[in-house]
């Protein structure tokens, strides 16, 4: 029997190392990918005429386009496909998406550019679509606005060009060269999930009735961001942990922090973290807390679950360069 052409794609999650939120508002952010945990997705040929159809594994869910979406884990599939035919990319029958993915959902991690990424990816390997990584990026920020309303395009930006970046809204992304030396990180997770979109919005309430702390927080994240894009790429790591410390106080300031997390940021500063702070919108999700060695790492991550982390996992961020040098 012979198999139906198919073709695999895979996404990074991503972390972002300074930034966020402020970078809703036009402040820089520094984001780096994460090869572990990632998105797959598998693009397949099923016969001209039949139906497109998506499976997402992850939650026993199916779709097929011309239905309308039964679960809001679905919506931002049928929006994958609407692009991809409409663009002409792929035909309007006959090919299925099968989806899943190892991102924690609303974690902070970069789940759902993630899975869109992956997605768009093998749509292009499957139909031999030539779109370079700006167009992809795009692809994926439509994505991301129907799940989060306002993003900034730091997520789909990091993930889709699988880059460490400097990324300012509506500027061109500026790429970090290195990490200067590799970053081992621990990433724990409180186990609370939030929705991105609530938050900002939360954010966006409170700047409302206190623009002026709330801009001057922002005004202070971004130039923790910009120092950190120079010290991630001399890799002073004590440098950017001391800037990553900053940003967690500041982003505990605007109320994005949350019990949990405090908890998990001191164990962490307590284990000997360079540098510990909330990742992504906050109010739960992920925290992450750098290390000066793999070692380091590892006891970090112990150290968080001992602290009450649902999950918790080493992570690296390396250069070229560097996995050049490991056998
Ligand atoms: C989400 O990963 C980061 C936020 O800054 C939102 C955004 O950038 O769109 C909270």
Same mark, same amino acid.
């Given at each position: 029997m012979?198999?139906?052409?198919?073709?695999?794609?895979?996404?990074?999650?991503? #972390?972002?190392?300074?930034?966020?939120?402020?970078?809703? +508002?036009?402040?820089?952010?520094?984001?780096?990918?994460?090869?572990?945990?990632?998105?797959?997705?598998?693009?397949?040929?099923v016969?001209?005429?039949?139906?497109?159809?998506?499976?997402?594994?992850?939650?026993?869910l199916?779709?097929?386009?011309?239905?309308?979406?039964?679960?809001?884990?679905?919506?931002?599939?049928?929006? !994958?496909v609407?692009?991809?035919?409409?663009?002409?990319?792929?035909?309007?029958?006959?090919w299925t998406?099968?989806?899943?993915?190892?991102?924690? !959902?609303?974690?902070?991690?970069?789940?759902?550019?993630?899975?869109?990424?992956?997605?768009?990816?093998?749509? +292009?390997?499957?139909?031999?679509?030539?779109?370079?990584?700006?167009?992809?990026?795009?692809?994926? +920020?439509?994505?991301?606005?129907?799940?989060? &309303?306002t993003p900034?395009?730091?997520?789909?930006?990091?993930?889709? +060009?699988?880059?460490?970046?400097l990324?300012?809204?509506?500027?061109?992304?500026?790429?970090?060269?290195?990490?200067?030396?590799p970053?081992?990180l621990?990433?724990?997770?409180?186990?609370?999930?939030?929705?991105?979109?609530?938050?900002?919005?939360?954010?966006?309430?409170?700047?409302?009735?206190?623009?002026?702390?709330?801009?001057?927080?922002?005004?202070?994240?971004?130039?923790l961001?910009?120092?950190?894009?120079?010290?991630?790429?001399?890799?002073?790591? *004590?440098?950017?942990?001391?800037?990553?410390?900053?940003?967690?106080?500041?982003?505990?300031? !605007?109320?994005?922090?949350?019990p949990d997390?405090?908890?998990?940021?001191?164990?962490?500063r307590k284990?000997?973290?360079?540098g510990?702070?909330?990742?992504?919108?906050?109010? &739960? &999700?992920?925290?992450?807390?750098?290390?000066? *060695?793999?070692?380091?790492s590892?006891? #970090?991550?112990?150290?968080? #679950?001992?602290?009450?982390?649902?999950?918790?996992?080493?992570?690296?961020?390396? *250069?070229?360069?560097?996995?050049?040098?490991?056998?």
């Open positions: 012979t198999r139906a052409p198919a073709f695999t794609a895979r996404a990074p999650s991503k #972390l972002i190392l300074l930034g966020e939120h402020a970078v809703v +508002y036009g402040h820089p952010a520094v984001a780096v990918p994460l090869g572990e945990p990632f998105a797959q997705a598998t693009a397949r040929l016969g001209p005429g039949g139906p497109v159809g998506v499976e997402l594994q992850d939650f026993g199916a779709w097929l386009r011309g239905s309308e979406p039964s679960a809001e884990e679905a919506r931002p599939f049928s929006r !994958i609407e692009i991809c035919v409409a663009s002409g990319m792929a035909p309007d029958n006959g998406l099968t989806v899943r993915s190892a991102v924690p !959902i609303g974690c902070g991690l970069g789940s759902g550019a993630a899975v869109a990424a992956a997605s768009f990816k093998a749509v +292009y390997g499957l139909f031999g679509a030539r779109r370079c990584d700006r167009e992809l990026c795009s692809s994926v +920020y439509e994505v991301e606005k129907l799940l989060h &309303g900034s395009g730091v997520d789909n930006t990091v993930i889709a +060009y699988g880059r460490p970046v990324f300012r809204k509506g500027e061109a992304p500026t790429f970090l060269s290195g990490p200067g030396a970053l081992f621990a990433v724990a997770d409180t186990g609370l999930r939030h929705k991105t979109a609530e938050v900002v919005a939360e954010v966006a309430r409170l700047r409302s009735q206190a623009a002026a702390l709330l801009d001057e927080a922002f005004r202070g994240i971004g130039a961001a910009r120092e950190g894009a120079a010290a991630f790429e001399k890799g002073d790591l *004590s440098a950017l942990g001391r800037l990553m410390n900053e940003d967690h106080r500041l982003l505990r300031g !605007i109320g994005v922090s949350a997390l405090e908890r998990l940021v001191a164990a962490a284990a000997g973290a360079l510990a702070k909330l990742c992504g919108a906050g109010r &739960g &999700g992920c925290m992450a807390a750098l290390a000066d *060695s793999p070692e380091a590892l006891r #970090l991550a112990e150290a968080l #679950l001992a602290a009450g982390a649902k999950h918790a996992f080493a992570s690296q961020v390396s *250069s070229p360069a560097f996995q050049k040098v490991r056998p």
